[in-house]
């Protein structure tokens, strides 16, 4: 069975500085790697997306990959209240199935 | 744009009664999803379709069945509801399917909650 680990948290950040999510996977012929966030109630929506190895940046939030290491990351640098939520992350294997972790939610403190 | 559209958004049924959920996409996307979400424990994926006519299980797949039924719609049929059941139902489609530039960036619907009593 394909696996995604995720820590569920809460992880607590003060605001302005840098929340770091971590996962890790087992299925080393993954692909695509992905981070949704998830508002209480809502739908997942994506905000970051990567697919080989090293980091790649949009706004204040960067993903890093290492195959290797089978681990990929989230920074979310100067952290607002509005980024409290739940992060889920994603990854497709080459059979095309997208398998989500168990999320980590995140509490910005003000 | 309606995206990807879920029916019921929520309903409740009693144990041993079957349902339908409905899904479909105007996105023209090739794979489409079905996920559950109970606390605390992400997005179990419960079966996938990767084209009209294709369907797979998932991690969860015992007690659910699909039909693609065309490109546009997925449905998931619950034949005999058990309270183990009981949870919020997305259905998601993504772009491309196979092949190593897919994406795979998946579009969610607004989510089912179902309750079986």
């Known amino acids: 069975q394909k696996e995604v680990e995720q820590n569920s948290g809460p992880l607590s950040v003060p605001e302005g500085a840098i929340a770091s999510l971590n996962c890790t996977y087992s299925?080393?012929?993954?692909?695509?790697f992905f981070w949704y966030r998830q508002y209480s109630g809502k739908s997942p929506e994506l905000i970051m997306s990567?697919?080989?190895?090293g980091d790649k940046e949009d706004g204040r939030f960067t993903a890093q990959l290492n195959k290797a290491s089978q681990y990929v990351s989230l920074l979310i640098r100067d952290s607002q209240p509005s980024d409290s939520a739940t992060y889920l992350c994603a990854v497709k294997g080459r059979d095309d199935k997208i398998i989500f972790g168990k999320g980590t939610r995140l509490h910005i403190l003000p | 744009n309606a995206g990807v559209t879920q029916t019921p958004k929520f309903q409740v049924l009693k144990t041993g009664q079957s349902m339908t959920l409905q899904c479909a996409q105007d996105?023209?996307?090739?794979?489409m999803y079905w996920y559950r979400q109970d606390p605390g424990m992400g997005l179990r994926l419960i079966y996938y379709?990767?084209?009209?006519?294709?369907?797979d299980k998932g991690e969860v797949p015992n007690g659910y069945n699909v039909s693609r039924l065309n490109k546009r719609e997925f449905s998931l049929r619950l034949e005999s509801a058990a309270p183990s059941q009981t949870s919020v139902y997305f259905c998601a489609s993504s772009e491309i399917s196979g092949g190593p530039l897919n994406t795979g960036e998946l579009f969610f619907g607004e989510g089912s909650r179902l309750t079986v009593l």
């Open positions: 990567i697919y080989s190895n």
């Open positions: 996105m023209n996307h090739n794979s």
């Open positions: 379709s990767a084209s009209e006519g294709t369907t």
């Open positions: 299925d080393r012929g993954s692909q695509s």
